[in-house]
């Protein structure tokens, strides 16, 4: 289906694991981004991403690792997961080139760390 | 450098009209504008660039005022599927598509 999709949508896991959340969409869009979700910070920016192979960091980088090999996919990996990154995850894209293009969510991951 | 919304949250009658602001403190390139619904995604509503461009929603009208950074979502008749969450993303001077959010406006909608 188009559009633009996230897995898991639930995970579990323990302090110290490593994580990967997937992302992908079928617009070719050419930026993509993650966010994080907490009560009282609304969204904060952890990477982007402007194309193939550039990514770059956001508001809140320290802990993930973020790769970028095709247009359509964005994972983002937890390297040891602890218990502040417990939170909702949620993956974007936008068109193509240029500034101020509208952003496109996925459902998100509901991430607990325990 | 999270833009500043204004208020945290607000409670209407359905047909009541509502005003939600966005504040930075930096020079900006644009203002998004998106609705949360419980456990969902965020979904667009408009964008306001620099130099008096709009474009959106043709229910929900903003303003942006460049010299003051401020934005302005405008709620009119709102209805009881306008409740949610409301969101400013602000686009600095030539930073791309990256975009800093405020924390939030929490709006419910009664009939």
């Known amino acids: 289906d188009a559009g633009i999709t996230q897995s898991p949508r639930y995970k579990i896991t323990e302090t110290g694991r490593q994580v990967t959340l997937m992302c992908h969409q079928t617009?070719?869009?050419?930026?993509m981004f993650w966010y994080r979700q907490d009560l009282g910070h609304g969204l904060r920016l952890i990477y982007y991403s402007a194309a193939a192979d550039i990514t770059d960091k956001g508001e809140v980088p320290d802990g993930y690792v973020v790769s970028r090999s095709k247009t359509e996919n964005f994972p983002l990996t937890l390297e040891s997961a602890t218990r502040s990154q417990t939170s909702v995850y949620f993956c974007?894209?936008?068109?193509?080139?240029?500034?101020?293009?509208?952003?496109?969510f996925g459902p998100g991951t509901r991430l607990t760390v325990t | 450098q999270q833009p500043v919304q204004s208020p945290q949250a607000v409670i209407l009658r359905e047909g009541e009209d509502a005003v939600i602001n966005c504040s930075s403190s930096k020079a900006l390139y644009s203002v998004h504008w998106y609705r949360q619904k419980h456990g969902e995604a965020p979904v667009f509503l408009m964008i306001?660039?620099?130099?008096?461009e709009q474009k959106g929603h043709d229910k929900i009208s903003a303003s942006f005022n460049e010299k003051k950074q401020q934005s302005s979502l405008y709620l009119t008749a709102s209805q009881l599927s306008y409740s949610g969450t409301y969101f400013c993303g602000t686009e600095r001077n030539n930073a791309g598509n990256m975009l800093t959010f405020g924390g939030g406006t929490r709006l419910m909608v009664k009939p």
């Open positions: 974007a894209s936008t068109g193509i080139g240029g500034s101020s293009y509208e952003q496109y």
């Open positions: 306001l660039l620099k130099g008096g």
């Open positions: 617009w070719s869009h050419s930026y």
